[in-house]
């Protein structure tokens, strides 16, 4: 099956730290990947969707400076938390997709991100 | 807009035991898309199924099995013989659109606990 490889999977650092966190797809081309967080008992929370090559698209509340996306290829998408504050930590997690018609999202293991 | 209904929101079980897990969904759309995912304790997310609008058929993959009603707008998830390792949270699912941007709305998820 679809595999997607999210990396690190925990990171502890201090406030003001910027922290990349990269997704891949190891073996199929991800046309499009999301980005979620996801608060402790609670459902997933779509930040923005990445298409390789174009802005990423946000969603409302998400600051774009502050979680910057960028999806320069077909297997590789990273998302920095900048100048990372204690209300960032949280599980951050990604999905990939290729472009066939109704293809799941395939998900990463997530990253907890826990800011001193 | 669409939404996806989990009323339950914890359920327990003994080992062996059947268990049903509900997911009600809302859309205007004709053509749309269901899943269930689920995630363990250690956080990533396993797809486990897809349906698309048009196949009603229930599925059945060994212990699992879904019944998808259109007349009711449901999508349940049962879990026959439960185990141990069934004990996650499960997250129904749905997408409306079929493009590579297409969204994936989460409900908020069921915590199912299997004792032995």
């Known amino acids: 099956g679809a595999v997607v490889s999210q990396h690190p999977s925990r990171v502890i650092c201090k406030s003001g730290t910027s922290v990349k966190i990269e997704c891949r797809s190891l073996?199929?081309?991800?046309?499009?990947m999301f980005w979620y967080r996801q608060f402790p008992k609670k459902s997933l929370m779509l930040m923005a969707t990445?298409?390789?090559?174009?802005?990423?698209?946000?969603e409302q509340g998400v600051e774009k400076d502050k979680f910057l996306i960028n999806h320069a290829s077909l297997t590789l998408s990273t998302l920095t938390v900048t100048s990372a504050h204690p209300e960032d930590s949280s599980f951050y997690i990604c999905?990939?997709?290729?472009?066939?018609?109704?293809?799941?999202?395939?998900f990463g293991d997530g990253t907890r991100l826990s800011i001193l | 807009a669409q939404k996806v209904t989990q009323a339950q929101t914890e359920i327990s079980v003994v080992e062996k035991e059947d268990v049903t897990l509900d997911c009600v969904y809302e859309t205007r759309d004709t053509t749309y898309y269901l899943f269930w995912y689920k995630q363990p304790p250690s956080g990533e997310l396993v797809f486990l199924i897809r349906r698309n609008s048009f196949d009603e058929q229930n599925e059945i993959s060994g212990r699992y099995s879904w019944n998808f009603q259109k007349s009711t707008s449901s999508f349940n998830f049962t879990i026959t013989a439960s185990q141990v390792v069934d004990s996650a949270v499960y997250f129904c699912a749905l997408s409306e659109k079929s493009g590579a941007n297409s969204k994936l709305t989460f409900g908020k998820g069921i915590t199912l606990s299997v004792r032995p």
């Open positions: 073996d199929f081309q991800a046309t499009t």
């Open positions: 990445s298409n390789e090559g174009s802005k990423a698209t946000y």
């Open positions: 999905s990939a997709r290729g472009p066939a018609r109704g293809e799941p999202q395939h």
